[in-house]
């Protein structure tokens, strides 16, 4: 298979081009979307299917589905409580619709019960760090994301972020859950990186980890940016979440041009075309114009 093909269960994601992940968070208390696809409290899931289905007639390649909020200071969720979000959701996207489902969760049970419902992709902001999930990870034969946050969770991530060089440790971070992971039995190809912003990250560390992203590539694996209407986007702008589309995007088309093969976003439609633009421009450079 060719190093651009990951293999998500049985279906097959080309990172030769960059793909777009549309998020849905079947939340009650997520920082843009949450509730969206409940009732009383009670998930919709002909609802998140309905968002799921036009985020893939909008182009995304990958739908990222949440049960857990990881806002600043969100508290956790029981395992059985994330798995009644997530599982209903997981079987009826799979039923419906041609398109790679990842997980985004820490727990090992949802990671096991997803697998075995379709999902093609788990996606860790704690990088498996819980008890039981490089294990439970491993077992399903899934691609991992492994997110780099500072604290412990997203609770205390933000109180007093603090690095010597934001880049440097973070690099260091990631590689050493990597050999976690190798050491576990996940092949190293089978694994994708995300810097983490806004996960125990000042704006200053935000702006400097993309301006540096390209120092990441030497970890030698594709690279996962998930900026989309976050705090970094309202800080510079003074945007509340539902004006922050302009600023996402910019910040999406400087990491496709650092390098990264997969953008997490809330808005598709109009992160597909930036993006597709973007890639013309580097392919022209190149001298590889279509």
């Keep these: 298979m060719s190093a651009n093909n990951l293999q998500c269960g049985d279906r097959r994601l080309d990172l030769s081009r960059v793909q777009v992940m549309g998020i849905l968070n079947v939340t009650p208390d997520s920082f843009s979307d949450g509730g969206s696809y409940h009732d009383d409290g009670r998930l919709v899931a002909e609802r998140a299917l309905q968002r799921a289905a036009g985020m893939v007639a909008e182009g995304a390649g990958i739908i990222d589905i949440g049960g857990e909020s990881t806002r600043p200071g969100a508290e956790p969720v029981s395992v059985q409580e994330e798995l009644d979000r997530v599982l209903p959701a997981v079987e009826l996207i799979r039923r419906e619709l041609d398109v790679v489902i990842s997980i985004d969760s820490s727990t090992?049970?949802?990671?096991?019960?997803?697998?075995?419902?379709?999902?093609?992709?788990?996606?860790?902001?704690?990088?498996?760090?819980?008890d039981g999930?490089?294990?439970?990870?491993?077992?399903?034969?899934?691609?991992?994301?492994?997110?780099h946050m500072q604290g412990n969770t997203p609770a205390d991530m933000q109180l007093a972020p603090h690095y010597d060089d934001v880049v440097q440790e973070v690099s260091a971070f990631l590689s050493q859950r990597i050999g976690a992971c190798v050491a576990a039995g996940i092949?190293?190809?089978?694994?994708?990186?995300?810097p983490g912003f806004g996960f125990g990250k000042t704006l200053e560390h935000n702006l400097r980890l993309l301006n540096r992203m390209e120092e990441l590539h030497e970890l030698g694996l594709p690279l996962l940016v998930g900026t989309s209407r976050k705090t970094m986007v309202g800080q510079v702008l003074d945007r509340p979440v539902d004006q922050r589309l302009h600023g996402s995007l910019a910040t999406?088309?400087?990491?496709?041009?650092?390098?990264?093969?997969?953008?997490?976003?809330?808005?598709?439609?109009?992160?597909?075309?930036?993006v597709r633009m973007t890639e013309a421009v580097l392919r022209e450079a190149k001298g590889d114009v279509e």
């Design 187 to 194: 092949p190293r190809e089978r694994l994708i990186l995300d």
């Design 108 to 130: 090992p049970e949802v990671f096991t019960e997803a697998a075995a419902l379709g999902a093609g992709l788990l996606n860790d902001v704690r990088a498996l760090a819980r």
């Design 252 to 274: 999406a088309v400087i990491a496709v041009g650092k390098g990264a093969r997969i953008i997490r976003v809330h808005d598709v439609a109009a992160t597909v075309d930036a």
């Design 133 to 147: 999930a490089v294990a439970a990870a491993a077992a399903t034969g899934l691609p991992v994301c492994l997110m």
